[in-house]
């Protein structure tokens, strides 16, 4: 039995103990990172991961952090760097156990924690089906899809989350996917809960998981099988198409890659829109520049990613010995590759604490970087220009109150659970 089918289903009961919690962590230097107020504000442990170094091991979690930005990129480029251990480990974990057979060809055949040569197969099969044409097609749709969101909306004091951070990309994650409207609460719920999969020390129901990923699996694979009898300009029916000399996707990998890309595209998109509302009220200067200066949206979304992006952490396993500066991670340690600290590394941005929508080349990590970049990216980019163009139309100088933000409580993923702004 590895180590962690003990220390992970330990913490777990341990965050459920705020008391005991608090208690534990006051002796680590960074504190509960589980903590609300570290939920909150994850930058606050900056001061401590810049003092300790880029590179450091923490034994209460048994793995190596990644905090700086070079250092990110070589782990996340190195083939001694990969995934598939990961996933291994949580299968051994509960309740990751307790999930059916259905589950656990879903979990293992996610794309994220695919390594080569499967990883590279899959990849260039979805390819074929993920291409810059599907993308573009939704421009025009997008307008479409917020002015029915903008509609709906409280002209002075919206809630942004369920009203328009949470819908604006599961609409036009199904429009890509060639999901029906009928379908869009139902895939937002599925995606809600399948992502608790990518959160070991939070856990989930089993059973729910269970029946929503059994669910989920015959929608898709019946949907799929619909567009092989009657294709349509949708990605289901490109990957359901998808063909290499002869190689097709299987069912299970049909419906794992179906699934990363719902998840992806619509809980970080999701969490990035927050996190560029927020910082844009942070820094008004900075917005009331872009309102100004509408042409450099393209690099404005790339800066707001880069300050607060939405998936905090990318967790790797090392095949072989790594070596990074001064220190050598053993092979088979276990590596979490910081992506947010990363993207306010010193050493690679001037001021990175600091909003500067016209920073020269901001080059977020926020993506990933290697093998394992953001399919989706793109389509992000997109959907984060489009969305806040409109929300700044609407509602200008806007205020947050402190109040009114709540956060998702996710050690891996970021973003406001609730967002309420005031017109200004």
Same mark, same amino acid.
Request: charged share 25%.
């Given at each position: ?128 089906? *993920?291409?810059?044409?599907? @993308?573009?097609?939704?421009?025009? +749709?997008?307008?479409?899809?917020? !002015?029915? /969101?903008?509609? $709906? &909306? ?61 669910? *989920?699996?015959?929608?898709? @694979?019946?949907?799929?099988?619909? +567009?092989?009898?009657?294709?349509? !300009?949708? /990605?289901?029916? $490109? &990957? ?185």
């Amino acid at each position: 039995m590895r180590i962690e089918a003990v220390t992970i289903p330990i913490l777990r009961q341990v965050l459920k103990r705020p008391r005991l919690s608090e208690s534990i962590f006051r002796f680590d230097s960074w504190g509960n990172p589980f903590s609300e107020e570290a939920t909150a504000d994850p930058y606050a442990l900056l001061a401590t991961l810049r003092e300790e170094g880029p590179v450091v091991y923490k034994r209460t979690y048994q793995q190596w952090f990644v905090s700086g930005y070079q250092e990110c990129r070589t782990v996340l480029s190195s083939s001694d760097a990969i995934s598939s251990p990961q996933i291994d480990m949580l299968l051994e974990v509960r309740p990751y156990t307790q999930l059916s057979p259905k589950g656990r060809s879903f979990f293992r055949n996610f794309l994220v924690g695919v390594d080569p040569p499967d990883h590279s197969r899959l990849r260039g099969l979805v390819n074929r089906a *993920f291409t810059p044409r599907q @993308v573009a097609r939704l421009d025009e +749709r997008m307008d479409e899809i917020l !002015d029915e /969101l903008m509609a $709906g &909306l409280d002209p002075v004091a919206p809630e942004l989350v369920d009203g328009f951070t949470a819908q604006f990309p599961i609409y036009v994650i199904a429009e890509l996917l060639g999901v029906p409207a009928e379908r869009r609460d139902w895939i937002r719920s599925a995606a809600v809960q399948i992502t608790k999969l990518l959160d070991p020390f939070r856990g989930f129901d089993p059973d729910l998981m269970n029946s929503t990923l059994d669910d *989920f699996h015959d929608y898709v @694979v019946s949907l799929a099988n619909q +567009r092989r009898a009657n294709p349509a !300009d949708d /990605l289901i029916t $490109g &990957l359901a198409l998808a063909e290499d000399e002869g190689d097709r996707l299987s069912e299970d990998e049909l419906v794992a890659i179906f699934g990363l890309i719902m998840i992806a595209g619509h809980d970080t998109t999701t969490g990035l829109l927050g996190t560029a509302l927020l910082a844009l009220a942070e820094f008004p200067e900075q917005r009331a520049w872009i309102r100004d200066n509408p042409d450099q949206w393209p690099n404005a979304v790339e800066e707001l990613i880069r300050f607060d992006t939405s998936v905090k952490s990318d967790p790797r396993s090392a095949k072989h010995d790594i070596r990074l500066g001064e220190h050598t991670i053993p092979a088979g340690a276990n590596i979490v590759a910081m992506l947010a600290m990363a993207n306010r590394d010193q050493r690679q941005f001037e001021d990175p604490d600091v909003l500067k929508l016209d920073r020269v080349d901001p080059a977020p990590i926020s993506f990933g970087h290697g093998i394992h970049y953001c399919l989706g990216a793109n389509l992000a980019r997109m959907e984060i220009r489009k969305g806040l163009e409109r929300l700044l139309d609407a509602y200008g100088d806007y205020t947050i109150n402190p109040a009114d933000v709540e956060w998702k409580q996710s050690i891996t993923l970021r973003g406001p659970s609730k967002l309420r702004i005031h017109a200004g």
